[in-house]
């Protein structure tokens, strides 16, 4: 089992930058990948960016060049993960709720997701 934890949502002004965390703990040894997917009210879930084990990284047309998205392997006795997204130049149609998602070969595991609203 893995537990996944977000955080850093909130409300920004259009032009604005967050960075949103997560924070994947249990068994997160066979991991493969991290990232975010995000849906807006009437909208499929998209995917917003994924990076791997190695590193590689992936992200959704609509976010290339404003988004970045790190892979932090913080050791300590409970095995702590951390997947960070840095957004910038957010635009009102960032506005979504973020979820965070780990990806094992036995499958997904989601967390519960954080609202960004980008609002003036």
């Known amino acids: 089992q893995v537990q996944l934890v977000e955080s850093g949502g909130g409300l920004v002004q259009p032009g604005g930058s967050l960075r949103l965390s997560c924070a994947a703990s249990g068994s997160i040894t066979s991991i493969r990948s991290m990232g975010w997917y995000r849906q807006a009210p009437g909208l499929q879930r998209e995917l917003v960016a994924s990076?791997?084990?190695?590193?590689?990284?992936?992200?959704?047309?609509?976010v290339k060049g404003r988004f970045t998205i790190s892979r932090d392997n913080v050791k300590d006795s409970v095995y702590l993960q951390m997947s960070s997204l840095q957004m910038n130049s957010l635009k009102s149609e960032d506005t979504a709720v973020y979820y965070c998602?780990?990806?094992?070969?036995?499958?997904?595991?989601w967390g519960q997701g954080t609202q960004v609203s980008v609002s003036s």
């Open positions: 990076i791997t084990r190695g590193g590689n990284t992936n992200y959704g047309d609509s």
């Open positions: 998602y780990a990806r094992r070969p036995d499958g997904d595991y």
